[in-house]
């Protein structure tokens, strides 16, 4: 007998939900915390043969989720937005950076089909466009029936990789800054889907004032799992004037390579592609 709310079965015989509103998502989440949350559902098409489930939450249908908003200073991008149609709806105001990060979400077919919170609640899985949007101070709204609260997107994985999200709770929304970077830089190397191949992605993220380097950010994501971030050194760059000497360089350089992954999680040709990266990336200021 089909229970309230129930839109279909799989194949199982589970009950799948298709909620049309954010607070029937909710109320049904509330309800039965155990179902499997589905978006795109690209990711879990991989465990097709699973049978732990108890059902399905589909959001496709959750009109809430499928909206972009723009102001003057940020984006407000639903969850279930497909990363194509983001792309498409955004490429003009979203920041460089981000446009650039959609469009490493794999094959056109998938992009039309998977969604940005999919991407970035994939378990274990740092994808590069979520090191984009970490870098660009995103936060991400995390909501459940009766209450919500926004974290950084920064801040939404523990250190081994874990999503940090309460049983009950959607991520509904995104606000990405629309701040304009001046300097950005973005290479990929190898496959960063599944985790644990070997992968590598370099992210620079700057911007320059009159008066010279007013933010620098630079982030390695390598195999999908380990992030490297250089806080300290980045930092030390602000206020400095373009060009960097050698010497500020071989600063910021020794900073990244003494970081302990940095000698630990990567092979030669990784740690060449990074150093060559931030260099390249601190001699394209200036
Ligand atoms: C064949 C293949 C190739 C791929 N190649 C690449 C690639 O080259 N580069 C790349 O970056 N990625 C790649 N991917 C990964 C792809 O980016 C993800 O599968 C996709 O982004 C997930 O989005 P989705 O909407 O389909 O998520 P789903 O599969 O629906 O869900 C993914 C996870 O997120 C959870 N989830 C989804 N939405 C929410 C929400 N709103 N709130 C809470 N939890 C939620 C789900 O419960 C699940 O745990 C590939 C995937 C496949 C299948």
Redesign the pocket.
């Known amino acids: 007998m089909s229970s309230r709310g129930e839109r279909g079965r799989t194949h199982r015989d589970e009950p799948v939900y298709a909620p049309e509103s954010l607070s029937e998502a909710l109320q049904i989440f509330r309800r039965r915390p155990s179902l499997?949350?589905?978006?795109?559902?690209?990711?879990?098409?991989?465990f097709a043969d699973r049978d732990d489930t108890e059902g399905i939450l589909s959001?496709h249908a959750v009109r809430e989720?499928r909206r972009v908003v723009k102001s003057d200073i940020q984006a407000e991008v639903g969850?279930?937005v497909p990363?194509e149609r983001l792309y498409l709806a955004g490429r003009r105001f979203l920041p460089r950076l981000m446009t650039e990060g959609l469009h490493?979400?794999?094959s056109p077919p998938?992009r039309n089909?998977?969604?940005i919170?999919?991407?970035l609640?994939?378990?274990g899985t740092v994808?590069?466009?979520t090191a984009c949007l970490q870098i660009l101070d995103t936060r991400v709204e995390l909501r459940r029936q009766g209450n919500g609260r926004w974290v950084a997107l920064s801040q939404f994985r523990d250190a081994s990789g874990a999503v940090r999200?309460n049983q009950g709770?959607?991520?509904?929304r995104l606000r990405v800054p629309l701040y304009s970077w001046t300097h950005r830089m973005l290479r990929s190397y190898g496959?960063?889907?599944p985790a644990g191949q070997e992968s590598l992605t370099v992210i620079g993220l700057a911007s320059l004032d009159k008066t010279g380097i007013s933010e620098f950010r630079f982030v390695l994501v390598i195999d999908g799992t380990v992030q490297i971030r250089i806080r300290e050194a980045e930092m030390d760059l602000v206020g400095r004037s373009v060009p960097l000497t050698e010497r500020e360089q071989r600063s910021i350089l020794n900073a990244l390579e003494s970081n302990p992954y940095y000698g630990s999680e990567l092979n030669d040709l990784g740690r060449w592609r990074a150093a060559q990266g931030l260099r390249e990336f601190m001699q394209k200021l200036g």
């Open positions: 499997q949350v589905w978006a795109g559902g690209t990711w879990w098409s991989r959001l989720l969850a279930a990363v490493l979400v794999g998938l089909i998977a969604t919170g999919g991407a609640c994939i378990p994808l590069p466009i999200i709770e959607i991520m509904t496959m960063p889907f």
